[in-house]
């Protein structure tokens, strides 16, 4: 099923959650992994392009992820949460939406100010900013800050996710996940 379930998100949102969340994990794994190599090598190179293209993927299809989440139905999560871990998990979900549309932003306004030019899948994309090395330094440490803040979100989202499947004995965890058949 594609839609919203009253009890399971839909294959489209699964879909959605699940691979921009690898997605994800790929970026950070190559930005993290680079400096493991020689400036200026072929491997090095290949994991920042990695780590660019994975950014802007997340950012065209967090757009059509925003169209399909305001499209659809919620699941309920049964039992209900109390009102401040709702409000939380909306907050933080927010702030996870905000920064998988700011960091490829960020991260193209300050590789154009390095002087670098910026593609998606081969395609050149407008130029945003001039060449200014100093603009693309802030810029640099701007990301690097949104980016450490969404990792820490990503950890508290997986594990508030075990917590409630665990430890509150809901379904938060489940409702992501394929329905089981009955046979």
């Known amino acids: 099923m594609l839609r919203n379930s009253e009890t399971h998100y839909g294959a489209l949102v699964r879909l959605f959650h699940w691979g921009m969340a690898g997605l994800v994990i790929l970026a950070l794994a190559a930005v993290e992994t680079h400096d493991w190599f020689p400036k200026g090598s072929s491997l090095r190179n290949f994991l920042m392009s990695t780590h ?91 990301h690097s800050f949104i980016g450490n803040t969404v990792i820490w979100l990503i950890v508290l989202h997986t594990a508030a996710a075990m917590w409630h499947h665990y430890r509150q004995h809901d379904n938060t965890l489940l409702r992501m996940l394929p329905p089981r058949s009955r046979l």
């Open 52 to 142: 660019f293209q994975c950014g802007l993927l997340v950012f065209v299809l967090v757009w059509f992820r925003l169209g399909v989440v305001f499209s659809d139905r919620t699941p309920a999560i049964r039992p209900a949460p109390p009102a401040s871990q709702d409000i939380i998990a909306k907050l933080a979900h927010l702030t996870l939406y905000v920064g998988m549309i700011s960091l490829p932003v960020l991260g193209v306004m300050m590789q154009q100010a390095a002087d670098h030019s910026v593609s998606l899948l081969g395609m050149q994309l407008p130029t945003l900013v001039n060449v200014n090395k100093p603009f693309a330094k802030n810029l640099k440490e701007i």
